[in-house]
């Protein structure tokens, strides 16, 4: 059953969307804390060096995180006998649905996460939400301007050389007839996946993610 239980959650763990991004590290045991620590970046040099006058030297330091830790976890009793000489259908049907139960969980844990120190954009460069109307609609001018944002303040791409773009089924809807995307179609000459499954290949150093 522990076999099943692993293997099942190694299988289902490149499916969810918002756990893949996160990272994982060690804790210590009984610990209610994590403490993680990083090099400082070195700042660029800009002041010209006189003759004869050595530069100052650098000095390396290190900067620490800490991150309070917590445990999640449920078990369920059974009431009938289990003969462990062969494998249960109960106990094997369940042992599946707590693996998937465990990857939702994490799944859920690490979108509240990012949503909670995520920056806000609004769709036509509406200040806050107030100003949204209902032609307020997402597009790609507006993702390719969070990108230029991010590529100022010297944000590195997730992977791919990309930056990654999670979007709901209706958001995806709506990008399909974005004339930024049927310009691209028609420059390419190729729809590829995007009107067979709805899914928008990687373009303008993105990739999409339902």
């Known amino acids: 059953y522990s076999k099943q239980l692993l293997d099942t959650i190694r299988y289902d763990a490149n499916q969810y969307v918002y756990y893949r991004l996160a990272d994982v590290a060690p804790i ?14 070195l700042q660029a040099h800009t002041v010209p060096l006189d003759e004869g006058v050595p530069p100052k030297s650098d000095k390396g330091s290190v ?31 369940y042992t599946k649905e707590y693996s998937l139960v465990a990857m939702e969980t994490l799944d859920l844990l690490a979108k509240e996460t990012l949503l909670s120190i995520a ?15 209902p032609n307020s609609i997402p597009n790609m001018t507006d993702l390719r301007l969070i990108v230029l944002a991010m590529k100022k303040a010297l944000v590195k791409p997730r992977s791919n050389g990309r930056f990654h773009v999670i979007g709901s089924p209706e958001f995806y809807f709506d990008m399909i007839a974005d004339p930024v995307v049927e310009k691209y179609m028609s420059l390419n000459q190729t729809t590829k996946t995007m009107y067979d499954n709805g899914q928008l290949v990687p373009m303008f150093e993105m990739e999409f993610y339902e």
Do not use: C
């Open 63 to 93: 900067e620490k995180y800490e991150i309070t830790a917590a445990q999640y976890g449920r078990y369920m009793e059974f009431s009938d006998k289990v003969d462990f000489q062969a494998v249960d259908p109960i106990i094997a049907h």
């Open 28 to 41: 210590q045991e009984k610990a209610d804390k994590l403490m993680l620590r990083r090099w400082a970046p």
């Open 119 to 133: 920056q806000k954009f609004y769709a036509k460069g509406a200040l806050n939400f107030e100003e949204l109307t």
